[in-house]
T-cell receptor, first 115, second 112 residues
Framework: NAGVTQTPKFQVLKTGQSMTLQCAQD?????MSWYRQDPGMGLRLIHY???????DQGEVPNGYNVSRSTTEDFPLRLLSAAPSQTSVYFC??????????????FGPGTRLTVL | AQSVTQLGSHVSVSEGALVLLRCNYS??????LFWYVQYPNQGLQLLLK??????LVKGINGFEAEFKKSETSFHLTKPSAHMSDAAEYFC??????????FGDGTTLTVKP
C-alpha cells in the first residue's frame, strides 16, 4: 500500500493564483482531512470528509475549497492564493472500527509559498 | 469545543535521562487520545493511542503514556532518551468523524 500520497511536494505561487493540492489514499478509509501546519501553532483543520460526497468545514476553511467524489481522492483547492496561506499542508485519512475512532494516517506534506 | 494543551513548547534533556512531555485535554468525557512524532521535513507518525479502560499505554520506540481521567492528562514518557528521539511531538484528540484537535507541539532536544 502507498498509504496517503500528496502532490506536489513543493509549490510557489504568486498572490491571486489558484491551484489544487492533490491527496489520495489506498486504504479505503472513510475519513479524510486537510490540515495546515504553521510554526508554534500545531496542526489546524481546514476541511474534512466523512465519506464520498460529504465534506464540512474545519477550524480555518476560508480561502479553501474541497470536494470528495471518490473514497480515494480528496483535493484541496486554493481559490486565490494569499501570503497568509504560506504553510505546510498535510492530508490525512482515518477510519472507524470496533466502536472507536482510530489514528490519522498522514501524507508527506506539501510546502506552499505564496509571494 | 475540544482543546488540547501541551505544556512547554521546547524540552531539552540529556541522553539517557527521563523524557516527560505533558498533554492535557479539555472534556468531561475522555476523547480518543493520541501521541504523534514528526521528524524534520516529514509527516506525522503515530507513537501510541489511548485504549478505552487503560491507564498506561505503550507505544513504539520505548515511549508510553499515562492516562489520568481526574487530571484530564495524557503525559508521554520515556525512561531513557536517545539522540534519535529528537523531534517534534504532538498530542491529539479525536471526538467525532475522524477529526483531530492537535496541541501546539513540543520540540524535544536531546543533548549528548
Amino acid at each position: 500500500n502507498a498509504g496517503v500520497t500528496q502532490t506536489p511536494k513543493f509549490q510557489v505561487l504568486k498572490t491571486g493564483q489558484s491551484m489544487t493540492l492533490q491527496c489520495a489514499q489506498d486504504m479505503n478509509h472513510e475519513y479524510m482531512s486537510w490540515y495546515r501546519q504553521d510554526p508554534g501553532m500545531g496542526l489546524r483543520l481546514i476541511h474534512y470528509s466523512v465519506g464520498a460526497g460529504i465534506t464540512d468545514q474545519g477550524e480555518v476553511p476560508n480561502g479553501y475549497n474541497v470536494s470528495r467524489s471518490t473514497t480515494e481522492d480528496f483535493p484541496l483547492r486554493l481559490l486565490s492564493a494569499a501570503p497568509s496561506q504560506t504553510s505546510v499542508y498535510f492530508c490525512a485519512s482515518s477510519y472507524w472500527t470496533s466502536g472507536e475512532y482510530n489514528e490519522q494516517f498522514f501524507g508527506p506534506g506539501t510546502r506552499l509559498t505564496v509571494l | 469545543a475540544q482543546s488540547v494543551t501541551q505544556l512547554g513548547s521546547h524540552v531539552s534533556v540529556s541522553e539517557g535521562a527521563l523524557v516527560l512531555l505533558r498533554c492535557n485535554y479539555s472534556s468531561s468525557v475522555p476523547p480518543y487520545l493520541f501521541w504523534y512524532v514528526q521528524y524534520p521535513n516529514q509527516g506525522l507518525q503515530l507513537l501510541l493511542k489511548y485504549t478505552t479502560g487503560a491507564t498506561l499505554v505503550k507505544g513504539i520506540n520505548g515511549f508510553e503514556a499515562e492516562f489520568k481521567k481526574s487530571e484530564t492528562s495524557f503525559h508521554l514518557t520515556k525512561p531513557s532518551a536517545h539522540m534519535s528521539d529528537a523531534a517534534e511531538y504532538f498530542c491529539a484528540a479525536n471526538t467525532n468523524a475522524g477529526k483531530s484537535t492537535f496541541g501546539d507541539g513540543t520540540t524535544l532536544t536531546v543533548k549528548p
